[in-house]
């Protein structure tokens, strides 16, 4: 287990730097197109940014709901465990 966690630590890290250069990377593209205008720059700017939030909303609220229809496993499988437990505790009785 600690071993999936140091490798998800540096796949997050990768990808964090991966998007930190990929937004510089850009930016420097912007800043130094002479065709572009400064508010076209900053409406590409802008657009990128709503994009990203809304990319980091998207995967948030799906990870919320596998996490929830995770729980909601655990917890019918937990129920049924107690049902077939009950179950045969009561058949021993007889």
Request: aromatic share 10%; charged share 25%; no cysteine.
């Amino acid at each position: 287990m600690e071993n999936a966690r140091s490798d998800n630590a540096m796949i997050m890290f990768f990808n964090g730097a991966a998007v930190v250069v990929a937004y510089g990377m850009l930016g420097l593209s912007l800043w130094l197109s002479p065709d572009v205008p400064l508010s076209t720059k900053g409406f590409w700017g802008i657009g990128i940014l709503m994009l990203t939030l809304a990319l980091v909303n998207f995967v948030k609220y799906r990870f919320d709901d596998r996490l929830s229809e995770d729980r909601i496993m655990r917890l019918e499988a937990a129920r049924n465990e107690k049902l077939l437990s009950d179950y045969v505790s009561s058949d021993k009785e007889i």
